[in-house]
């Protein structure tokens, strides 16, 4: 093991024999802040360096919301990981939101609706299967499946994760929350796998066909 | 609305295909990802639950992408 990694390793266990959640409970407990502030700083940096469109003032204010949000959530932490993975895995969501809310495209409800009610005309069954005959059937039956078992709003939700549209965009949209805009996309889904299979095409088939 | 490219039905096909009757959501995903980067990293078996993680990774791209840096952390020796 190279010498950084043993370092890295034992300075892990060491800060893991402290009780985090209760430390950072305690009233004197800036200093301890402030260490998991560096942890996650550090975390951050690693996470997105190579990002063009993150410097180090964004990872100072990501850090600082993370900060903010592991407090409100420390009754949550259940121990299952080491505390600081748990709250690395806190900053990440947090800096990830922010930057890809500045991915969230112009786009209105009418216009996310809109997408919707046209989605299964964007399929063209032939154009896109190069003349594969088990490629086009699947693409013929999901087409299919799309215009007529699914809701406009399901198939706005599809066309719109298909688009790479954040999924906080499609639910701020919807006027709803994650959870529920979840489960409409799982139920999107499913309705198309069910769809599918009572064709006769198995689960194999719908996830390989477009494989190579 | 543009016309929808093979790279997108190829997408579609591999979401619908991977679709289960149960799944967790991208909340209860949260709970037990940094459970799952550990063992995951530590090649450690997933139990049932770890497992429902697994599959919604599979589905589910912006939760994908936030395990792909948690790992980074982690192997990173943060």
Not at chain 1, 182 to 202: F, N, P, Q, W
Not at chain 2, 62 to 69: G, I, K, N, Q, T
Request: with cysteine.
């Amino acid at each position: 093991m190279a010498v950084w990694a043993l370092a890295a390793s034992i300075r892990r266990i060491v800060t893991e024999e402290r009780d985090w959640p209760q430390a950072l409970r305690a009233a004197d407990n800036a200093p301890v802040v402030e260490e998991l502030r560096v942890v996650l700083l550090n975390g951050l940096r690693a996470a997105l360096s190579g990002r063009g469109d993150v410097g180090e003032a964004h990872l100072e204010d990501f850090t600082q919301d993370a900060l903010v949000r592991i407090f409100a959530k420390l009754d949550e932490f259940q121990g299952r990981s080491k505390f600081t993975t748990w709250a690395h895995s806190i900053a990440i969501n947090v800096a990830l939101t922010e930057l890809r809310r500045k991915r969230w495209r112009d786009v209105s409800l009418d216009q996310f609706l809109e997408d919707g009610r046209h989605f299964a005309e964007a399929v063209d069954e032939s154009a896109p299967a190069d003349g594969e005959e088990e490629r086009e059937h699947l693409v013929r039956k999901l087409k299919r499946a799309i215009a007529e078992k699914l809701s406009v709003k399901q198939r706005a939700i599809i066309a719109a994760a298909l688009e790479g549209q954040p999924f906080d965009q499609t639910v701020a949209l919807l006027g709803t929350n994650r959870n529920a805009a979840y489960k409409l996309l799982h139920d999107a889904r499913r309705t198309l796998k069910d769809a599918l299979t009572a064709e006769g095409i198995s689960e194999e088939t719908i996830r390989t066909s477009f494989a190579s | 609305m543009k016309p929808v490219t093979k790279e997108q039905l190829a997408g579609l096909a591999s979401l619908v295909g991977a679709t289960r009757e149960q799944e967790i959501n991208c909340s209860e995903c949260a709970v037990f990802a940094a459970e799952f980067a550990e063992r995951q990293l530590a090649g450690l078996p997933l139990d049932e639950t770890l497992a429902k993680v697994e599959d919604h990774l599979a589905v589910c791209p912006e939760c994908r992408e936030e395990m792909l840096l948690l790992r980074r952390v982690l192997e990173s020796g943060n």
